[in-house]
């Protein structure tokens, strides 16, 4: 069994959109007190305050604060369990020595989305409507079958829409057909992937196309004064701009990740440190490419499909022969073509996805790569 999500936009009517907003600002000013309280208990008396002790307060906060009284208990609930996986990601980033981050307060319009933890307790499927504890029955486009038992739902907003999110539990026991094919992909900036077969995806650039429309757009933002109507009105709408850039880039990757899983049983991609590359001055065009999200996307249909996606080690990968292994020390970034004097001569990307294949292994049944790459069985490939 496996987990799967499904997203589903909600059309709220006037009054409902008012609840909803007065539940994610009950959530945000929740959120609040519960990060004072854990900052205050450890600064003036050091001690810690978890998560379970403050799980059971909610009853308490909800009979004593007005503002969290219409709110289903599981909700406030979640909101403590956010609190704590920030704690978490705060903690576990200290440790492996990256930048602390330690949880922030919530300002307004900060805080965008809340959750309920089970089915038929605080939320339902009522018909053609979602039914949420004190909205009421909303208006949801099912554009697609819902799969599986529901387990959880989160509440969102977005650019000004709101969205549900069905988190559920579905059967993954039947797999895609073995194809016997396995693939080394190398990710960069002039082409989005390079396969060791020699296939080249262009990178579309959706942020880079769109820059002109959103310049324009955020201008019109910052000669709106503060807190009128026509500066929500002109930051909705580069919301929205913004919300299509990143749908574009999404349904793009989406797609391909499909494709190359369907294609492969094995897929070998670089293991690549993405946060510590988006600081030098390609870091707008890495975030365009979306190099993470592909990866995750494809790790999450190889799972659902019965593939293996291995993360190899990305050093010199670019300056290394496939053929004999020779190391190009002098090549540098401008150089697109190597040359080596086994007679191997290759486009630099096609040959670091064949690398990266050798060093993923190669299948057992022999899978040799395009270029005569040195065949490496590994166990665990």
């Given at each position: 069994m496996a987990r799967k999500a499904f997203l589903y936009r909600l059309y709220p009517s006037c009054t409902q959109a008012r609840l909803l907003d007065a539940t994610l600002e009950t959530c945000r000013l929740f959120y609040n007190d519960c990060l004072a309280e854990r900052k205050t208990a450890y600064g003036e008396r050091g001690e810690q305050v978890g998560k379970f002790e403050q799980l059971r307060q909610v009853k308490g906060r909800k009979a004593t604060n007005p503002y969290a009284k219409n709110v289903h208990s599981h909700v406030l609930q979640t909101v403590?369990?956010?609190?704590?996986?920030?704690?978490?990601?705060?903690?576990?980033?200290?440790?492996?020595?990256?930048?602390?981050?330690?949880?922030?307060?919530?300002?307004?319009?900060r805080w965008h989305s809340f959750g309920f933890k089970e089915l038929g307790n605080g939320f339902k499927v009522d018909g053609r409507r979602l039914k949420l504890s004190g909205i009421g029955r909303i208006a949801i486009r099912w554009h697609r079958p819902i799969e599986g038992a529901i387990k959880t739902l989160r509440i969102s907003k977005k650019a000004g829409k709101w969205y549900a999110a069905f988190s559920c539990v579905v059967d993954?026991?039947?797999?895609?057909?073995?194809?016997?094919?396995?693939?080394?992909?190398?990710?960069?900036?002039?082409s989005l992937i390079t396969t060791s077969n020699g296939e080249k995806v262009d990178h579309p650039r959706f942020y880079r196309t769109a820059q002109?429309?959103?310049r324009v757009a955020q201008r019109r933002v910052a000669r709106r004064a503060k807190g009128g109507k026509n500066r929500r009105k002109a930051i909705a709408i580069l919301q929205s701009q913004h919300?299509?850039?990143?749908?574009q880039r999404k349904d793009f990757l989406n797609k391909l990740a499909n494709d190359l899983t369907n294609r492969y049983d094995r897929i070998a991609l670089e293991d690549l440190t993405i946060t510590r590359m988006v600081h030098g001055n390609l870091a707008k065009s890495i975030l365009d490419a979306g190099w993470g999200y592909l990866v995750q996307r494809l790790t999450h249909k190889a799972e659902s499909a019965g593939r293996v996606v291995v993360l190899v080690d990305p050093r010199s990968t670019s300056k290394t022969c496939s053929q004999c292994g020779h190391s190009f020390e002098s090549l540098s970034l401008s150089d697109r073509w190597i040359d080596c004097a086994c007679g191997l001569s290759l486009d630099r990307d096609h040959n670091a996805a064949i690398n990266i294949l050798n060093r993923g292994g190669q299948l057992r049944w022999g899978i040799s790569s395009p270029v005569g790459g040195l065949p490496q069985e590994a166990a665990g490939f």
């Open positions: 403590v369990q956010d609190l704590d996986k920030a704690f978490d990601a705060f903690f576990r980033r200290v440790k492996a020595g990256e930048k602390a981050g330690y949880p922030r307060f919530k300002g307004r319009n993954d026991s039947t797999h895609a057909r073995a194809t016997g094919e396995a693939i080394g992909i190398d990710v960069g900036l002039a002109r429309k959103l919300e299509h850039i990143s749908n």
